[in-house]
Structure formats: structure tokens, C-alpha cells
């Protein structure tokens, strides 16, 4: 178990270009959130997904913002059209839902400037 | 919707000693689950103590232990012989119990940053 990791670690792109992140959950862990935290702010909730299905996306998630988790293992998170406002901290986390319990593991995250 | 509010952006403790982080909550459910994640500078966010609603017995994880007050909506860190490597920020979080729903994503506080003085 290495737990989660998150690539790239940092990203620096110029306003209008697309990123793309990957998460990579503790295996079997059928639980995969994104999180978004800017400095000085507790991190915010993006989306979620149980094994490959994306169940909730917060209103935060503008339609610039795509995620995917293809066969429930990794995940990527797809920004397009990069704006300075999307420079942040993003999260990853994820967990194994056992009846009712669950605890979210994170990610070290993806540190975005967009410039 | 439930809010997590931490009222004090910085603290700071000797070493050895002890420290008490406050995080108060705001919702209308009876069944939840209360968290502190502890996030060091430049590192990941790891989980420090849980606390389940329904439980009235405090929970305890070494030197840490939270004072959960569940009629106050307080959920307290208390943590003993302060050592430097506690130095981080400090963020309390609510999530809703999966009886209630289905999507369970952590609602976070602004964090407490802590630092500990040698």
C-alpha cells in the first residue's frame, strides 16, 4: 500500500490551455473525491466517484472542469481553458466504503499556477 | 448545508506543552462524523482523530484527544506534550453520515495553523 499520489506534482501553464491531473487511489478503494484549496481556505469539494461512476459534482465544478475514473482505479481531472481564478491546490482522496464507515486518504496534491 | 468554523487562524505552543484547537459546526442532522486532518507545509494531509456523533465517549489517539461537545456543536483538539513535528495546519471536518446520504464528501474549517516553539 503506497498510498494515494498525484501527478504532476505542480503545474505552471498560461491562461487558455488545457491541464490534465491523475490520482491514483489505494488499491481496492472504491471511493475517489476531488478537492480544490486555495491558500488560506480548508479544501472544497469538487467530485466524487464510487468505482467508475461520477455521482456529484459541486457547483464549484464549472463546465470547464471534466473527471473521469475509467474502469474505478485512477482518476484524472481535466481543466480546459485555464483561468488565473483555477490557480489552487487540487486534492485527492479516497476511501473504502464498509457499510457505513469510510475514511478519506489523501493525496500529496497537484499545486496549479496558471499564469 | 453544514458549515465548520475554526476560529483561530494561527496558534502557538512550547514544546511540551499542551494545545487546545477549536472548531465549532453548524447542521441540522443528528448522525455524523467529526474529523481533524493535520496538513505539515508542503506535505499531505493526513488523518489525525475521528469522532462518530452517535459515540458520547471522547475519542483518543496517543497525545491527541478531542473534547466533543455534541449539544454545544463544539469538537475541540487537545494536543498533549507538544512536540515539533506537530508544527502544521490543523483543519477540522464534518461529514454526514451515509444513513442520511449517499455522497459523503468532508465539509472543512479554514484550518488552524499551529506552530511549536522550541
Known amino acids: 500500500d503506497t498510498g494515494v499520489s498525484q501527478n504532476p506534482r505542480h503545474k505552471i501553464t498560461k491562461r487558455g490551455q488545457n491541464v490534465t491531473f491523475r490520482c491514483d487511489p489505494i488499491s481496492e478503494h472504491n471511493r475517489l473525491y476531488w478537492y480544490r484549496q486555495t491558500l488560506g481556505q480548508g479544501p472544497e469539494f469538487l467530485t466524487y466517484f464510487q468505482n467508475e461512476a461520477q455521482l456529484e459534482k459541486s457547483r464549484l465544478l464549472s463546465d470547464r472542469f471534466s473527471a473521469e475514473r475509467p474502469k474505478g482505479s485512477f482518476s484524472t481531472l481535466e481543466i480546459q481553458r485555464t483561468e488565473q481564478g483555477d490557480s489552487a491546490m487540487y486534492l485527492c482522496?479516497?476511501?473504502?466504503?464498509?457499510?457505513?464507515?469510510?475514511?478519506?486518504?489523501f493525496g500529496p496534491g497537484t499545486r496549479l499556477l496558471v499564469l | 448545508a453544514q458549515t465548520v468554523t475554526q476560529s483561530q487562524p494561527e496558534m502557538s505552543v512550547q514544546e511540551a506543552e499542551t494545545v487546545t484547537l477549536s472548531c465549532t459546526y453548524d447542521?441540522?442532522?443528528?448522525?455524523?462524523?467529526l474529523f481533524w486532518y493535520k496538513q505539515p507545509p508542503s506535505r499531505q494531509m493526513i488523518l489525525v482523530i475521528r469522532?462518530?456523533?452517535?459515540?458520547?465517549q471522547n475519542a483518543t489517539e496517543n497525545r491527541f484527544s478531542v473534547n466533543f461537545q455534541k449539544a454545544a456543536k463544539s469538537f475541540s483538539l487537545k494536543i498533549s506534550d507538544s512536540q515539533l513535528g506537530d508544527a502544521a495546519m490543523y483543519f477540522c471536518a464534518y461529514r454526514s453520515a451515509l444513513r442520511n446520504s449517499g455522497n459523503t464528501p468532508l465539509v472543512f474549517g479554514k484550518g488552524t495553523r499551529l506552530s511549536v516553539i522550541a
Open positions: 482522496a479516497s476511501s473504502l466504503l464498509q457499510g457505513f464507515q469510510e475514511t478519506q486518504y
Open positions: 447542521t441540522s442532522e443528528s448522525d455524523y462524523y
Open positions: 469522532q462518530e456523533a452517535y459515540k458520547q
